[in-house]
């Protein structure tokens, strides 16, 4: 199935997407993580839009050419759940399924806990609820502090940019990131595409830069049914916070594991976590 372009216009930003479905069809609002972009939903968009779903796979802040305002505070958590219920209401959609996977798991994560109204169902993929990262932190989890250590390199300035961008500027280090985590070469060169303009990976960094503990502590539990689906090689993300999770939820909760699959669940498992995503969405 051929995937639309869309423009949508929220929060004085012009935000690209891509979307599959019939216009009426129930609206599914889908957000990529780092440094990926609504490209790496493609297969599922095809099933959603299958199913009748009308499917919108945003290209979130900083990685829409016309949505990348200058600055740190920019990037933080606070304007990028703006930015989901900007867009909601642009598309004059009074409530909406929403999926998130990797930072788009955490922005869906907080969306949902302080926009339980406008959200009609919950799917993260790969990210647990934060209130679970902070969790395992406080207890000293080894585990997670060593697959979270890369952030504390991504929030630095300049080094990062070098790093992924590579000496001649081709961004060979997101190659190389892409290629040891477990993602081959369908769909890299399309990110590139996106984060070799300019200020394109600076925008996608200032996500970590802007981090803040803060910005999503005191969330009210999660009351929307919610559909966590978590894989066993994910590099980033461990099972104690996965499985966690649930503690943060008070309304009706599925968690899923897929066994020996990797952190880019939606491109190496997307029938898998399509048919999980359906059943979700066919229960509510």
């Avoid at 829409?64 to 703006?82: N, Q």
């Amino acid at each position: 199935m051929a995937l639309e372009r869309l423009e949508i216009d929220a929060n004085g930003l012009t935000f690209s997407a891509r979307a599959a479905g019939p216009p009426d069809g129930r609206p599914v609002l889908l957000l990529h993580g780092f440094p990926e972009t609504s490209w790496s939903w493609r297969f599922v968009l095809d099933q959603l839009a299958g199913a009748g779903y009308r499917a919108v796979a945003l290209d979130q802040r900083g990685y829409s050419t016309f949505a990348r305002p200058d600055g740190v505070e920019a990037y933080r958590l606070a304007h990028l759940v703006d930015d989901v219920v900007g867009v909601a209401d642009t598309m004059e959609w009074p409530t909406f399924d929403l999926v998130g996977h990797d930072w788009g798991g955490l922005v869906a994560w907080v969306t949902a806990a302080r926009h339980a109204g406008r959200v009609r169902s919950l799917t993260s993929v790969s990210t647990p609820h934060p209130g679970a990262l902070r969790a395992v932190a406080a207890e000293r989890d080894a585990d997670q502090a060593g697959r979270s250590s890369y952030i504390a390199l991504f929030r630095r300035p300049s080094e990062p940019e070098a790093l992924l961008l590579g000496e001649d500027g081709s961004g060979s280090g997101i190659r190389q990131l892409f290629a040891e985590s477990g993602l081959g070469d369908e769909g890299v060169e399309e990110y590139l595409r996106t984060l070799l303009e300019p200020g394109a990976m600076t925008a996608a960094l200032n996500w970590y830069r802007a981090m803040d503990a803060r910005d999503s502590e005191g969330l009210a539990p999660i009351v929307v049914p919610t559909l966590y689906v978590w894989s066993t090689e994910d590099v980033a993300l461990g099972r104690h916070a996965a499985e966690r999770t649930g503690e943060f939820v008070a309304g009706r909760y599925r968690f899923e594991v897929l066994a020996g699959v990797n952190h880019w669940i939606p491109e190496v498992a997307p029938q898998q976590l399509g048919r999980l995503l359906l059943t979700h969405l066919g229960a509510g």
